[in-house]
């Protein structure tokens, strides 16, 4: 196998070809409406990571043209959000102070480690990868999040500061001892804010509820001087564009942030690939989700190098995207110009905002994620599922994010391989009313006492091989007596690794050497190659390898002792029986037992 290593370095070249005034206008309508909605929510979620409400719009701005122009998707709306910012917070709890010099320039060198992890997925093409994520991992991670990030904004928006954790009962605990110093006026602009977001969702979900909770409120604050009354402000809010900076940090700390960089980069990939390819098929668009991760990266580089954090796509915006119509991802690029635009002319507006309106806002965006039901929806329908969930859910209660979205991830990979090293294997026989071949145990019906019919319902590997191996034997013994034949059907065995292909020629030589001739049925094109590789002709003939169920009993059964058929054996499993069968027979037909 070939294997390459390809990127486009302009992808944008494709839709900017037969561009028109047409998109233009829509995608213009599309990228004004998403930075109406980015513009608030980066300031909101840039104090989620710990970071000053300015460098959200910092990752507002260049990554979101950067992740645009070399994307595949039209929709995708690339920068801050609750998860990922709350993931940042995460990595960086206990290396510095939030806010401080230190943390910023350690959210910088996370966003480069995250963006070369997700440039070198895309240019490798490993964006599958995003399949080993179990859904079950996700649930339980996203509804603990929400809960992680709603409870941490409880101090902005009850006017109090709380103790900087990721641990859901120490923040719970440090809120409810100081309840008692909730500022009222604080509380009642937050609450204001979170009713004008939902009461704009409500009336429109392209209503940008959070500009005008942030125009409102920010009015309000001005009028009344609330910084007199407690109300905490963000603010002196530099103005102009973020300047090139490369961060540095010794190797101590760049090797304590490399989890947290996994972390964020796989459930970021996951994110966007989800998003865009959600959209995707909605649209009837072609994608590719390699170069998506490509603009992922390029994107995080970008943030990294220009005073961000990590940054990802957004459900949120991307759905408003996909809502206005945008064309081509040139709405993305719009969006970030604006972003561009009020980082010059409008940044000194924001200093009477208060911080309870960026709570507000990222308190409108998470709790509806919060869903403890759906764990119990994932039990309902799969238990194993369902306890992974509320493992991981729980486990953000008492440790760190990333242990717990990397425990549940270990846990479900744990189950899948525990379910893989004991596949389901079963003895097959041919009902007499339908013709076709089924479990016999399940269904009561009686065997051929010549012939032993297994069917292992899965791909023989190292982990499952000894114990197809211990059953076949275990099978065999029991009917050892009259046994001519072990017939394995290989309809469900798509590939079998070294340790597999080793077992076989082990329980082949074992059969032969008990005096039983062993016979091998739907061999698909794929396995005759492995088969080959291991002399499997040396170990049996191989004349009794066939294409089909019924090739292979009528084949088999040319071979049975007719004499035992036809005067011992009170069935009469197979057709081909019924030629040997003395007149008059009756055979035995169910092996079932009526109370």
Request: one cysteine or more; aromatic letters at 12%.
């Amino acid at each position: 196998m070939k294997f390459t290593i390809t990127i486009d370095l302009a992808p944008y070249s494709k839709w900017i070809r037969e561009y028109n005034r047409d998109k233009l206008l829509r995608d213009t309508v599309a990228g004004l409406t998403v930075a109406a909605v980015l513009v608030p929510q980066s300031m909101a979620y840039a104090l989620l990571a710990g970071m000053p409400p300015i460098y959200g719009l910092y990752a507002s701005f260049l990554p979101v043209i950067v992740a645009a122009l070399f994307g595949s998707s039209r929709f995708l709306a690339t920068g801050p959000v609750a998860m990922t910012a709350l993931l940042t917070s995460s990595a960086l709890y206990g290396l510095a102070e939030a806010g401080s010099e230190q943390w910023i320039t350690l959210a910088a060198v996370l966003a480069l480690m995250v963006g070369i992890i997700r440039f070198l997925i895309g240019i490798l093409k490993l964006a599958f990868v995003v399949e080993l994520i179990s859904t079950s991992v996700i649930v339980g991670f996203t509804s603990a999040g929400a809960l992680v990030i709603a409870l941490s904004q409880a101090g902005h928006l009850l006017g109090f500061k709380i103790t900087q954790s990721t641990h859901i009962y120490e923040v719970l605990v440090d809120i409810l001892g100081k309840l008692s110093q909730t500022n009222p006026y604080t509380l009642a602009i937050g609450l204001l804010a979170f009713l004008i977001i939902w009461v704009s969702k409500k009336i429109s979900p392209l209503l940008p509820g959070a500009l005008l909770a942030v125009a409102i409120t920010s009015g309000i604050s001005y009028l009344f001087s609330l910084n007199n009354f407690g109300v905490s402000l963000v603010g002196d809010v530099p103005s102009g564009l973020p300047s090139f900076h490369v961060p540095s940090v010794d190797y101590r700390t760049l090797s304590q942030l490399w989890v947290g960089a996994l972390v964020i980069s796989a459930f970021g990939l996951m994110e966007a690939v989800a998003i865009a390819k959600q959209l995707a098929i909605k649209a009837g668009d072609r994608w590719d989700p390699n170069q998506e991760l490509v603009g992922q990266g390029l994107a995080n580089l970008v943030a990294g190098l220009f005073k961000g954090f990590p940054v990802g796509g957004s459900f949120s915006r991307s759905a408003l995207n996909f809502q206005l119509g945008a064309k081509t991802p040139l709405a993305s690029v719009i969006t970030g110009a604006v972003v561009g635009l009020t980082l010059i002319f409008l940044a000194p507006l924001f200093y009477y905002l208060p911080k309870a309106t960026l709570s507000a806002i990222v308190l409108s965006a998470v709790l509806s994620l919060i869903k403890p039901q759906e764990i119990v929806k994932l039990y309902r329908i799969n238990p194993m599922d369902g306890i992974v969930a509320g493992i991981t859910f729980s486990t953000v209660f008492f440790m760190d994010l990333w242990v717990a979205i990397t425990l549940g991830a270990l846990i479900a990979f744990g189950t899948f391989v525990y379910k893989t090293m004991y596949p389901r294997i079963v003895v097959l026989t041919r009902n007499p009313r339908s013709a076709t071949f089924v479990n016999a145990e399940r269904e009561g019906l009686p065997e051929c006492p010549q012939i032993l019919y297994i069917r292992p319902n899965m791909s023989l590997y190292f982990g499952n091989a000894e114990y197809v191996y211990e059953y076949v034997l275990q099978k065999v013994e029991e009917r050892r007596k009259n046994l001519k034949f072990v017939l394995l059907d290989f309809e469900a065995v798509n590939y079998i690794d070294a340790s597999g292909s080793m077992m076989l020629i082990r329980l082949l030589d074992r059969l032969r050497s008990m005096g039983i001739e062993s016979s091998l049925a739907n061999v698909g094109c794929s396995l005759y190659p492995l088969l080959e590789n291991v002399n499997i002709d040396r170990h049996m003939d191989i004349d009794y390898v066939f294409d089909s169920k019924g090739q292979s009993i009528k084949e088999l059964f040319m071979r049975f002792d007719h004499e035992y058929c036809k005067k011992v054996c009170p069935y009469a499993v197979f057709r081909e029986c019924w030629s040997v069968k003395e007149e008059g027979f009756k055979p035995i037909e169910s092996l079932k037992v009526y109370v």
